[in-house]
């Protein structure tokens, strides 16, 4: 059964609009096989595709780790401003690979791109959050399961201008179709940061911003990029 890639209720056949929140379903989903999770050929190609931004990634990957950092001292208040601009300002690295992706010469503006969907990457932040958490501690499994389930939420949220919601029941659905596919490359992303953590916390400025290319690219990959990063930068859609 198909899904709307708007409110994400079921659709029966393959109608242009959807019966439940009336939106016209422009984009299927995407529908994957085995021999299409590859996580060597996404790492190798986000290695390439960082390669044609150097500075601009590591510039950027910079100036999130002292901000982070920043927010690390300061009691309270800083737990929950980082916890509300992590992920605005993680997906503009998306955003600078889909310009990369279409051929297009990305801005150092690009990458700030994430707080023009500040509220529903937020409820994303919140909601994936407590799921996860809640996962670990009943059983564990569940927690892993949608820790890597919701790997292209955000990011469907930015490209596909979903909710939050209809954003990580497309990323779960589209996962686990492969899930084992998927686990790896994520556990690949994980000791590549890991690794670049225990080289004085230097190698993330490379490491960060290389598996966040991979994650662009594996992105593209199944579900196509939607939204033209030729102009300015992407405007939310206006309910």
Request: glycine share 10%; proline share 7%.
């Amino acid at each position: 059964m198909a899904h709307c890639p708007h409110c994400g209720d079921e659709v029966a056949g393959n109608p242009e609009i959807c019966p439940s929140c009336g939106q016209k379903i422009s984009v299927p989903e995407a529908v994957i096989s085995l021999s299409q999770v590859q996580p060597g050929k996404y790492l190798r190609d986000g290695w390439e595709l960082f390669k044609q931004y150097p500075g601009g990634f590591v510039g950027f990957a910079l100036l999130f780790m002292i901000l982070q950092g920043i927010l690390g001292y300061l009691p309270r208040i800083g737990g929950l401003i980082s916890l509300a601009v992590s992920l605005p300002l993680s997906v503009g690295f998306f955003v600078v690979s889909a310009k990369l992706l279409q051929r297009r010469t990305p801005d150092l503006q690009d990458f700030f791109t994430g707080f023009q969907f500040f509220l529903p990457l937020l409820l994303l932040t919140i909601v994936s959050a407590l799921l996860i958490v809640l996962g670990l501690v009943l059983l564990v499994l569940p927690g892993i399961y949608l820790m890597v389930s919701y790997l292209f939420a955000s990011m469907l949220v930015i490209d596909r201008r979903l909710d939050f919601w209809p954003a990580m029941e497309l990323s779960r659905r589209t996962v686990q179709t492969q899930w084992f596919g998927f686990f790896v490359f994520f556990l690949l992303l994980v000791l590549i940061n890991l690794g670049g953590a225990l080289a004085l916390g230097i190698g993330l400025l490379i490491s960060l911003p290389v598996s966040s290319c991979a994650v662009a690219v594996a992105y593209a990959d199944l579900f196509g990029l939607q939204s033209d990063y030729s102009g300015s930068m992407p405007q939310p859609k206006q309910p």
